[in-house]
């Protein structure tokens, strides 16, 4: 499924999809945040890159003085099954390839990610431009192998990007908790240790143990959601307790989502006071509007249970 040429890894026509089954109403949009780069110019931001719906200036570019190959890396926010990206280059800074890689980690790091690749995209310039990709994955990493030349535009051959949008469908690693006679505390404790491990966040040194009873109030999300989390967890006890398997799946699954929304309300949260302290009204606009979002569904969860 990948044939090696002139030492390089390229996908070959007979490349499958992954093996999940994805319902098209899934695909969408999926948000992102930047984690790692080789290098940055002063003055380019990465994470722009994370709320860029066009080709934008303000995006990313590479130290004026540095080697090839260079790389940057963004966290899905969702595990998801990829389907295309589109990307863009700056005006002057339009670049010869870019090799696209998709991966999994279990530590929440994208150090110990193992990626493969999942596309690659040539002659990109300022124009949306749209890559065809395959696999499933919660981190992308982006190499630039080859340098721009020098030009009285680009008089330092740096590598530009002004947009890069995710068209994917999310995927779980671990589909809802299933009950049965055997089920217990312990599995149930299990079960959202795998929830969080599919989020990406580590539970190490989060406190998380099966003994603890109240674990929630250790999960990685802002107050009010893990006061709803909580009262969803006695929710979903009850229905247990009743044999009502069909309501308790239901909440285990509004569970998942409400940690979801939890983990990402406090990141937007430090990114539109980021946005406010620079003035960037704009970007504070576009954030404010996300955590208000996110904010009603929380609560809409949480009175849809009382």
Same mark, same amino acid.
């Given at each position: 499924y990948q044939r090696?040429?002139?030492?390089?890894?390229?996908?070959?026509?007979?490349?499958?999809m992954a093996p999940a089954s994805v319902d098209p109403e899934m695909y969408r949009f999926i948000d992102f945040h930047s984690v790692a780069c080789s290098s940055q110019n002063t003055g380019s931001s990465l994470e722009e890159l994370s709320f860029a719906l066009r080709p934008t200036e303000n995006g990313w570019e590479c130290g004026r003085f540095v080697k090839f190959p260079q790389? /940057? /890396?963004?966290?899905?926010h969702t595990r998801a099954k990829l389907e295309y990206l589109l990307i863009a280059s700056k005006k002057s800074m339009a670049f010869e390839n870019v090799a696209v890689y998709i991966g999994d980690g279990l530590s929440g790091s994208f150090v110990d990610v193992n990626y493969h690749l999942a596309g690659?995209?040539?002659?990109?310039?300022?124009a949306q431009q749209k890559v065809k990709c395959y696999g499933i994955g919660s981190f992308l990493k982006l190499i630039f192998n080859t340098q721009p030349e020098q030009s009285p535009t680009n008089p330092y051959g740096q590598v530009g990007v002004g947009l890069i949008r995710v068209w994917a469908a999310p995927v779980a690693y671990y589909k809802g908790v299933k009950y049965t006679d055997a089920t217990d505390e312990k599995s149930s404790k299990e079960a959202i240790d795998k929830i969080l491990i599919e989020l990406g966040v580590p539970i190490e040194g989060t406190e998380w143990t099966h003994a603890d009873r109240e674990s929630y109030k250790y999960t990685p999300v802002d107050e009010e959601t893990r006061e709803t989390l909580i009262a969803l967890e006695k929710v979903r006890d009850q229905a247990y307790r009743a044999e009502d398997f069909e309501k308790a799946g239901n909440v285990s699954g509004d569970i998942k989502k409400l940690i979801e929304i939890?983990?990402? /309300?406090?990141?937007?949260k430090r990114y539109l006071a980021e946005a406010v302290s620079k003035e960037d009204f704009g970007r504070a606009v576009s954030l404010k509007e996300r955590l208000v979002k996110?904010?009603?569904m929380r609560n809409a969860m949480d009175a849809l249970y009382e």
């Open positions: 090696r040429v002139h030492g390089k890894m390229e996908l070959t026509e007979n490349t499958p790389e /940057i /890396i963004f966290k899905l690659e995209a040539k002659e990109v310039t300022n939890g983990t990402e /309300i406090p990141t937007l996110l904010q009603r």
